[in-house]
């Protein structure tokens, strides 16, 4: 089992940035895929951004070269900082975890309860 706790949403201009953190606990973070997805309203879930243990990330189009995914492995921590805030990025974030065994990604999603995001003037 995994906890996963997300926190650093709230409002901000459009522009601005904020860093959003997500803790886990409950097995060896280090083993895991981390990802952020979000969803708006009356919208799909999608992926925002992934890392796989041994650190390679991937980014939706629609976030490149704005948004920035890392982990800190020996906090059990992953952060997603995202800078040049658009409106269009307003929606509930949300930390996601998998298992990985080596380039495989086995047994089940594990959602956190998600931090919203709003990003108006």
């Known amino acids: 089992q995994v906890q996963l706790v997300e926190s650093g949403g709230g409002l901000v201009q459009p522009g601005g940035s904020l860093r959003l953190s997500c803790a886990a606990s409950g097995s060896i973070f280090s083993n895991y895929k981390m990802g952020w997805y979000r969803q708006a309203p009356g919208k799909q879930r999608e992926l925002v951004a992934a890392?796989?243990?041994?650190?390679?990330?991937n980014y939706a189009d629609s976030v490149k070269g704005r948004f920035t995914i890392s982990r800190d492995n020996a906090n059990n921590t992953v952060y997603l900082q995202m800078n040049s805030l658009k409106p269009e990025d307003t929606a509930v974030y949300y930390c996601n975890a998998r298992r990985q065994f080596g380039s495989v990604l086995v047994g089940m999603d594990y959602w956190g309860e998600g931090t919203l995001v709003t990003v108006s003037s």
């Open positions: 890392i796989l243990s041994g650190g390679s990330t």
